[in-house]
T-cell receptor
Framework: KQEVTQIPAALSVPEGENLVLNCSFT??????LQWFRQDPGKGLTSLLL?????REQTSGRLNASLDKSSGRSTLYIAASQPGDSATYLC????????????FGSGTRLSIRP | AAGVIQSPRHLIKEKRETATLKCYPI?????VYWYQQGPGQDPQFLIS???????DKGSIPDRFSAQQFSDYHSELNMSSLELGDSALYFC???????????FGPGTRLTVL
């Protein structure tokens, strides 16, 4: 059974810092991995999707990497801004059940001005 | 670009009442998924449909049922509502069961 873990559960950093969010998964037989952003009480905004054959994806100040063999992904945020404050969720789609996404519990990020 | 539409956005019900949530997928998407996110929890998969047939089932209570219609929209029917059903319900759609899932804004259900 696929389990997705995100560490840390919460992170607070001053504005301007670069930071890394971590995601690990137990079953490396994945179809893809996706990073989402969720503001309090709001919907899910897809940030980056990495297919199992890819190593990384970049969008603006965001870079996500995938190491399928070790069951890890990282989301790198450069030059953090107060507007980046949100919960970041990692989610994987496994080959054994490709129709559903399994989410991690998220990292709650707070950027201090 | 058109996105996934969910209605209503907010719903308040009493215990033991019934609720119906609707989801309109992105045009030409044939697969719909339902997720439930309780307060402070990560989203949990409930059920999915591909070409109007159930394709996968997760932790969906027996009190809940869902279907996908000929126009590919889907409805989640929830009966005998309990306080614990209060949550954000997301619908997602994709083109086929293995393609990227695009999420709607969610329906916030509050059971009093």
């Amino acid at each position: 059974k696929q389990e997705v873990t995100q560490i840390p559960a919460a992170l607070s950093v001053p504005e301007g810092e670069n930071l890394v969010l971590n995601c690990s998964f137990t079953d490396s037989a994945i179809y893809n991995l996706q990073w989402f952003r969720q503001d309090p009480g709001k919907g899910l905004t897809s940030l980056l999707l990495i297919q199992s054959s890819q190593r990384e994806q970049t969008s603006g100040r965001l870079n996500a990497s995938l190491d399928k063999s070790s069951g890890r992904s990282t989301l790198y945020i450069a030059a953090s801004q107060p507007g980046d404050s949100a919960t970041y969720l990692c989610a994987v789609k496994t080959l054994s059940s490709a129709s559903k996404i399994i989410f991690g519990s998220g990292t709650r990020l707070s950027i201090r001005p | 670009a058109a996105g996934v539409i969910q209605s209503p956005r907010h719903l308040i019900k009493e215990k033991r009442e019934t609720a119906t949530l609707k989801c309109y997928p992105i045009p030409r998407h044939d697969t719909v998924y339902w997720y439930q996110q309780g307060p402070g929890q990560d989203p949990q998969f409930l059920i999915s449909f591909y070409e109007k047939m159930q394709s996968d089932k997760g932790s969906i209570p027996d009190r809940f049922s869902a279907q996908q219609f000929s126009d590919y929209h889907s409805e989640l029917n929830m009966s005998s509502l309990e306080l614990g059903d209060s949550a954000l319900y997301f619908c997602a759609s994709s083109n086929g069961t293995t393609d990227t899932q695009y999420f709607g804004p969610g329906t916030r259900l509050t059971v009093l």
